[in-house]
Nanobody, 121 residues
């Protein structure tokens, strides 16, 4: 089992930045691809970004490319999502996931509880 705890969400204005964190415990963190997904009200959960186990490969959804950056620190068992130039359409609950890399996305096996990001216009 892998336990995932997200933090860093909040309320910001359009154009501002946030950094989400996800701390993992349980099985070895560096054995998993890690990713971020999000779910807006009334919509299905969608892929945001994925990073492979050693951090050498990343993929981002077209909707966030050039604004969001996924990264990981295996020494700290922590996954990050740097979100710049936020837009109101980025408003969603953001979920951290651990699983298997399946380019261009991933197959999640474990989920965090989610953190709310709200962007006002």
């Amino acid at each position: 089992q892998v336990q995932l705890v997200e933090s860093g969400g909040g309320l910001v204005q359009a154009g501002e930045s946030l950094r989400l964190s996800c701390v993992a415990s349980g099985r070895p963190f560096n054995g998993y691809a890690m990713g971020w997904f999000r779910q807006a009200p009334g919509k299905e959960r969608e892929f945001v970004a994925v990073i492979n186990s050693n951090g050498g490969l990343t993929k981002h959804a077209d909707s966030v490319k050039d604004r969001f950056t996924i990264s990981r620190d295996n020494g700290k068992n922590t996954l990050y999502l740097q979100m710049d130039n936020l837009k109101p359409e980025d408003t969603a609950v953001y979920y951290c996931a651990a699983g298997i890399l399946e380019i261009p996305t991933m197959r999640p096996d474990y989920w965090g509880q989610g953190t709310q990001v709200t962007v006002s216009s």
